[in-house]
C-alpha cells in the first residue's frame, strides 16, 4: 500500500503544527507524530476509517485524532490523503469540498 500526501493535506498539518507550536513547540511535535502514526495504520488497514458522509461516496474515508478529521480516499494499491479538517468545521459550508482538490 502506498501513502500519498497532498499539497492540500500537507499545508493542513503544517498549518495546525503552527498554530499548537504558539502554546507548546513540544505538543505541537507530538500532535503531528500522533497523526503520522494514525495514518500509518493505513498502510495495513485502508479501509479502516468511516466513510466521510458528506461525500457520499464510498472511496472517501476518514480516520479520527482527537478533534482532527483526517480525510482521505481508497484507491486500489494507494491512500491519499486529501486533507485533516479540525472537526467543528463544516465540510457542508466549504466551498471546495477536500475531495474535489488536488
Known amino acids: 500500500m502506498k501513502l500519498i500526501w497532498t499539497d492540500t493535506a500537507v499545508k ?13 513547540e513540544v505538543y505541537s511535535l507530538n ?3 500522533e497523526i503520522f502514526n494514525t495514518i500509518e495504520k493505513l498502510y495495513d488497514f485502508p479501509a479502516i476509517g468511516r466513510k466521510v458522509p458528506e461525500a457520499n461516496n464510498d ?7 482527537l478533534n482532527y478529521r483526517i480525510i482521505y480516499k481508497k484507491k486500489q494499491n494507494s491512500v491519499i490523503i486529501l486533507s485533516i479538517i479540525h472537526g467543528a468545521r463544516s465540510l457542508n ?8 482538490k488536488d
Do not use: C, G, H
Not at 472511496?59 to 485524532?65: A, C, D, F
Not at 459550508?93 to 474535489?100: G, I, L, R, S, V
Open 93 to 100: 459550508n466549504m466551498e471546495t469540498k477536500p475531495w474535489n
Open 31 to 33: 500532535f503531528v507524530q
Open 12 to 24: 493542513d498539518l503544517v498549518n495546525i503544527k503552527n498554530y499548537i507550536a504558539n502554546d507548546s
Open 59 to 65: 472511496n472517501i474515508r476518514e480516520l479520527i485524532y
